[in-house]
């Protein structure tokens, strides 16, 4: 079965400062993707990046680093020089060919920006 | 573009109504997905819809059901409703092919069982 696990549900960082959320998952597949998403409040989920596991060097989006273990199954997220606007809830996804398009979420870390 | 509209975004029902949900995915994209966002669940897929076929479903009751249209257009109907239907349900369309594609999502739509 495939499962997401985020173990930090609330996180706080001081703006211009680096935070770093984290995400392990379960599965026994070879060919997946990763990806963390943003909610922010009353707003909707966007991409913020993504990751292939075939791909051994780190996804990195402005800001925004992943940390890529895949021997242990660890995918964290890097926000570096935080904003006021990255205060959201923030998920870890994984999805795999074989289950479709289907996504699999952790139950998300809620970030605060203190200004 | 416009992205992914989801209607109503609230609405209040009682237990035992049933309700259906509609959503509007982002134009060129063949496929629709639906979860529930709950407190203590997160998100938990419901099912997926490509080309008005469903092509996926979660671990779901069976009062939870959806279709496709022609257009691209999804519903999802839910019958017999229970306190615990209460959730912002989110529906996220694609391309629908199996490559690294990401889910485009909806404000969501916000259900109060009552």
């Known amino acids: 079965a495939q499962t997401v696990t985020q173990s930090q549900p609330e996180m706080s960082v001081q703006e211009a400062e680096t935070v770093t959320l984290s995400c392990t998952y379960d599965t026994s597949e070879s060919d997946y993707y990763l990806f963390w998403y943003k909610q922010p409040p009353s707003r909707q989920m966007i991409l913020v990046i993504r990751?292939?596991?075939?791909?051994?060097q780190n996804a990195t989006e402005n800001r925004f680093s992943v940390n890529f273990q895949k021997a242990a199954k660890s995918f964290s997220l890097k926000i570096s020089d935080s904003q006021l606007g990255d205060a959201a809830m923030y998920f870890c996804?994984?999805?795999?060919?074989?289950?479709?398009?289907?996504?699999?979420f952790g139950t998300g870390t809620s970030l605060t920006v203190i200004p | 573009k416009a992205g992914v509209t989801q209607t109503p975004r609230y609405l209040i029902k009682t237990r035992g109504q049933q309700v259906t949900l509609s959503c509007s995915p982002i134009s060129g994209h063949r496929s629709v997905s639906w979860y529930q966002q709950t407190p203590g669940q997160g998100l938990q897929f419901l099912f997926e819809y490509f080309s008005e076929t469903q092509r996926n479903k979660g671990n779901f009751p069976g009062r939870f059901s959806g279709r496709q249209f022609s257009n691209s257009r999804s519903e999802m109907n839910v019958s017999t409703l229970e306190l615990g239907d209460s959730a912002l349900y989110l529906c996220a369309s694609s391309s629908g092919t199996y490559n690294t594609g990401e889910l485009f999502f909806g404000e969501g739509s916000r259900l109060t069982v009552l």
């Open positions: 996804a994984y999805r795999t060919p074989s289950t479709g398009n289907q996504f699999y």
């Open positions: 990751q292939e596991a075939y791909k051994q």
